[in-house]
């Protein structure tokens, strides 16, 4: 069952740990152009395999994503002519309610391309943006390019088909921005899509070849936008769903509905982010696990930390394929 893209996003109360900050329109003032700026750990946000020199053109084009998923893409689409900061880069830390730094406002004040989320999963980056503008600045933002308006599902980066087309349109912006180096660019995507994201791609393909249709349940809307990818009937209340990500109070009738489904053994898998298991969430899987249904994970933001965007999602995938096996015995 496809997800709504219109139910409202309210903002969370959420449990994770909030990085502290200053708040955006202090930031103005301290905005002076840098190089580099730390992350939200306190530590560098580009990872290794951007920081190569440029081998025709010598340009090095300077990028802020406000997201590492997002970040880790465009490094890796850019190699040796582009230098990514990503901003949320801690697992702990909730994209939704991070407080930018004097350090973030600085790495903005430099970027040329931007990357944000969009959909109000991450307005302080529009905001932050937008106390330091730059005529020179292109910025991307997902949910315009995708299509989901205010209100709808944030979590685009577990939707397969809005990850490709995330990177096409970096890749169209690279070029632009660096014309000499076009056919540099071409090839990365290329490599990246076909190779890098083989095994990424190729595990959507099995797990909605052999599952198509299996009935699951998950915690949060997080699962929503990759259940429709990999062919998943999720029978959770879309309301619950989004409750539990934006921090509301789920009903007492979307909690007797899920107890029902486990209960009576309807959903044949339990999906749950880990990095958000509320006390409701904590009760469902105890009761999945009780019930002999297979629970799989996944989280918010890369995890480890360090990992990239393809490695984060393929061990996710793999747990999932692996609990559909043990549901569904195929």
């Known amino acids: ?36 700026s730390p992350s939200d750990d306190g530590k560098a946000g580009a990872s290794a395999g951007s920081s190569g020199s440029a081998k025709s053109s010598g340009k090095v084009i300077q990028v802020v994503a406000a997201e590492n998923f997002w970040g880790s893409i465009a490094e890796q689409i850019g190699g040796s002519h582009v230098k990514v900061t990503s901003i949320i880069t801690n697992p702990d830390t909730d994209p ?3 407080e930018p730094t004097a350090a973030n406002a600085r790495t903005v004040a430099s970027a040329s391309y931007a990357i944000v989320n969009g959909i109000g999963y991450d307005s302080w980056a529009s905001k932050l943006l937008a106390s ?19 209100g709808g599902n944030p979590h685009r980066w577990y939707s397969p088909d809005d990850v490709h087309k995330v990177i096409e349109q970096i890749t169209a912006d690279y070029k632009k921005a660096d014309p000499a180096d076009a056919a540099y660019f071409d090839a990365q995507k290329t490599t990246f899509e076909t190779k890098t994201l083989g095994e990424y791609n190729t595990l959507i393909a099995d797990i909605k070849a052999k599952y198509a249709g299996t ?42 509905t899920i107890d ?4 009576t053994r309807q959903i044949k898998l339990y999906v749950y982010n880990s990095q958000n298991a509320t006390p409701d969430v904590q009760a469902q899987v105890k009761a999945a696990k009780a019930k002999g249904i297979p629970v799989a994970t ?10 990239s965007f393809q490695q984060w999602q393929v061990t996710e995938l793999k747990g ?11």
């Open 298 to 307: 996944v989280t918010e933001t890369l995890t480890p930390a360090g990992a």
């Open 260 to 263: 029902h489904q486990i209960a």
């Open 132 to 150: 330091n503008p730059s005529a020179q600045r292109t910025v991307l933002t997902v949910g315009d390019l995708v299509g989901v308006k205010q």
């Open 320 to 330: 999932i394929q692996q609990a559909l096996a043990e549901a569904t015995g195929k």
């Open 96 to 98: 939704h309610d991070y």
């Open 1 to 36: 069952m496809a997800s709504p893209d219109n139910r409202s996003a309210a903002p969370r109360r959420r449990h994770l740990l909030a990085a502290g900050g200053i708040a955006v329109a202090a930031l103005v003032a301290t905005s002076a152009c840098s190089t580099s």
């Open 215 to 256: 009935p699951i349940g998950a915690s949060e809307s997080i699962v929503s936008p990759l259940a429709d990818g990999l062919g998943l009937k999720m029978l959770t209340p879309y309301s619950f769903l989004s409750a539990i990500s934006e921090g509301a109070d789920p009903t007492a009738q979307d909690k007797t």
